[in-house]
Nanobody, 119 residues
Framework: QVQLVESGGGSVQAGGSLRLSCTASGRTFSSYAMAWFRQAPGKEREFVSHIRWSGTSTTYAESVKGRFTISRDNAKNTVYLQMNSLKPEDTAVYYC????????????WGQGTQVTVSS
């Protein structure tokens, strides 16, 4: 069982930055791929970014590429999402998720953290 807790959300003006953190319980964090998703009001949840369990590769949605950076610190059981040049359309609840090794199924989800970007 893996429990995920996000933090770091908040309100920021357009062009600003935030760093989200997601800390996992358990001693097997390094064997899980981690991802960030987001859901805006009235919209479906969408993929934002993914980092492989080994940390050797990352992927991003086109809408955030070049602005967001995902990273992980396995010693701290934490994955980060550095968000720069934020836009109002980035406003959403951000969720982290975990998938074992190279599985494409995310078995564990956090409770979400709100990010609000004002123009």
């Amino acid at each position: 069982q893996v429990q995920l807790v996000e933090s770091g959300g908040g309100s920021v003006q357009a062009g600003g930055s935030l760093r989200l953190s997601c800390t996992a319980s358990g001693r097997t964090f390094s064997s899980y791929a981690m991802a960030w998703f987001r859901q805006a009001p009235g919209k479906e949840r969408e993929f934002v970014s993914h980092i492989r369990w080994s940390g050797t590769s990352t992927t991003y949605a086109e809408s955030v590429k070049g602005r967001f950076t995902i990273s992980r610190d396995n010693a701290k059981n934490t994955v980060y999402l550095q968000m720069n040049s934020l836009k109002p359309e980035d406003t959403a609840v951000y969720y982290c998720a975990a998938a074992h090794r190279d599985s494409t199924t995310y078995d564990y989800w956090g409770q979400g953290t709100q990010v609000t970007v004002s123009s």
